[in-house]
């Protein structure tokens, strides 16, 4: 193509491009660019939501224990004989004064007719020892006998009501030892194992027990608390009795339940910890000693607490917040302030008032202002995140 033409070209294309513009700008169309983004239709974000409440709530201090019997008797011989009779079987329960063993009394009861017969023979020569005073004492008078004479008779009177007192008090240490053939329990409660059989040799310097028995009603439970909640414990006891309660781990029976019993005279510095006990009637013997259980300490109950479920409480940058829903059914971020949580509950100081709808699932597609809808609570939100987490941009509390 030469020169010339396109020169010549060049202001008709000029001119179609320019009438092409006039087209579209007159209602021939719009330039793809010029074409405005559209925005989506507003929808309402499925939520779950509670009402704020206020209920009665106790403050509780859950820890680990252990059972502990309030008294376990180690019973031992205290005489050296043999064992004659066992009256028990092993794992037996028993009342006080129920016999456990009797051993052989033979040799206590020979020493103790001794005693009786030295009395008896101790007692004849006091007589004799008397009269004598009394026949020197009439002789001395007109001289027939020595002062001397008069003065040993009554010596030896003397000596022999010593005697009588040495004499009754050998046959009550015969009776005592006597009575110690015969063990009875000194309490109720239930008997260990029996370390001494029918014809066992035993001895009162034996360093291990005949069977040890231990009381099961009622019984202790002992536990550790943090020291930090040692001066609302003592005033709580200075108020009132306070309720423990224990269960065993992974069990669907009901706890057992007592009062607070005992605080320790010391905190603990290597734990930090004071032992405190509870004392339970263990009518049916459900607490075992030794067992392990999960023991919870009602210090309070406050009965106008301000509460929302534990899933209504979210963290956000500047501290913890709820999603409030508005009567046009659209949410806020309301700034709270927790209290405590328990079994599920979480105690608000403020920031919401009791009526309040809050959201308790589906948060974490919400911001200010969003628009939500009920929806039922065992139906999964989409995209629902856990309790917690930092809402999405614009989500955060400000």
Known sequence: MTTRRILILLPVLAALGAGGVWYAQKGGGEPQTAKAAAPPA?????????????????????????????????????????????????????KAGDPLFT???????????????????????LEKAKGDVRRYGELVRTNAISRTQYDAAVAVADALEGTIKADLAAIEAAKVSLSFTRITAPMDGRTGTANAKTGTMVRAADTAPLVTLTQLRPINVSFSV?????????????????????GLPGSTQ?????????????????????????????????????QFVDTVLTLRVDPQALTVPDEAVQTGQQGRFVYAVKADDTVEVRPVTVTRSQDGVTVLGGGVAAGDRVVVDGQSRL???AKVAERAADKPADGAKKKGET???????S
């Open 254 to 290: 009901a706890p057992a339940e007592g009062t607070l019993s005992f605080v320790d005279s010391q905190v603990d510095q290597q734990t930090g910890t004071i032992l405190v006990k509870g004392e339970f009637p263990n009518a049916d013997t459900r607490l075992w000693p030794g």
């Open 42 to 94: 507003s929808r309402a974000i499925p939520v779950v939501t509670k009402l704020v409440e206020l209920r009665a709530v106790p403050d509780r201090i859950g820890t680990i224990g252990s059972v502990q019997p309030i008294a376990a008797i180690a019973i031992k011989a205290r005489v050296d004989t043999v064992v004659e009779t066992v009256h028990f079987i092993e794992g037996q329960e028993v």
């Open 367 to 369: 911001y200010p202002g």
């Open 391 to 397: 809402p999405t941009a614009g989500g955060g509390a």
């Open 103 to 125: 051993l052989d009394a033979r040799a206590l009861d020979a020493q103790l007719r001794q005693a009786q017969a030295n009395l008896e023979r101790d007692r004849a020569n």
């Open 226 to 246: 943090p020291e930090r909640h040692l001066p609302t414990i003592r005033r709580a006891m200075a108020e009132g009795v306070l309720k423990v309660t224990a």
